[in-house]
């Protein structure tokens, strides 16, 4: 296992990251994450950016969880140049749990703009550019517009949007939407269980990169 090198990491996180374990993910799943795996090797070894967006239908949960889980790995493994995005096939709002659930891991979240789609500041250390967390379509300005990987976490979006303009390749790596278990009392559960498994997965990812 590849050792990290980051020390800026808020503790919290550290913590927790240092508590996920890559045996629970199942062979099959490993399959999943391999391209994804491949094209971030082949942006590293060429020195070049690794833009990554993350794509769901409403842009509200699981691609949140993958951009802010994927720009913290690539932090704690010291993999450079890596700039992660999310975007959806309609934008909505960034869902109060899923900015909870991060909270509740160590990042410190800061909402600097209010209204039907908050924006909000995320911070996983103390010395690097917060992500900025909002709902938005994939082809928002604020994404990159071409040489990225489409990283589709959704079935939904997968299915319903065939074609990603600017994408360099399109990867399906799907979770199941923590959504299901809205006002429920295993809500906070079963966001928190979504994301330690994107936790994990991406840890898996990126614990893979020779930089």
């Not at 909870?100 to 909000?120: A, D, R």
Request: glycine letters at 4%.
């Amino acid at each position: 296992m590849k050792v990290t090198k980051s020390t800026t990491l808020f503790l919290e996180i550290k913590e927790l990251i240092k508590g996920l374990n890559t045996e629970t993910i199942l062979e099959e799943r490993k399959v999943v994450l391999q391209p994804l795996i491949e094209f971030i090797q082949e942006k590293a070894s060429a020195n070049k950016e690794i833009r990554i967006n993350f794509i769901c239908t409403h842009n509200s949960r699981r691609s949140h969880l993958s951009q802010v889980w994927a720009q913290t790995m690539a932090n704690y493994f010291n993999i450079r140049n890596v700039f992660c995005y999310s975007g959806g096939t309609e934008a909505t709002a960034l869902f109060p749990v899923a900015a909870q659930t991060l909270q509740n891991s160590g990042f410190k979240i800061k909402m600097i703009s209010e209204g039907n789609n908050p924006i909000y500041s995320i911070k996983y250390a103390d010395n690097v550019h917060p992500i900025i967390g909002f709902s938005k379509k994939l082809d928002d300005d604020f994404n990159p517009k071409a040489g990225f990987a489409a990283i589709m976490t959704c079935s939904q979006a997968d299915g319903g949007c065939p074609f990603i303009a600017g994408a360099e390749k399109r990867i399906p790596v799907t979770f199941e939407d923590p959504k299901a278990f809205d006002n429920t009392p295993q809500q906070a559960e079963k966001y928190n269980e979504r994301s330690l498994q994107i936790a994990t997965e991406l840890f898996y990812v990126f614990s893979k990169i020779n930089s």
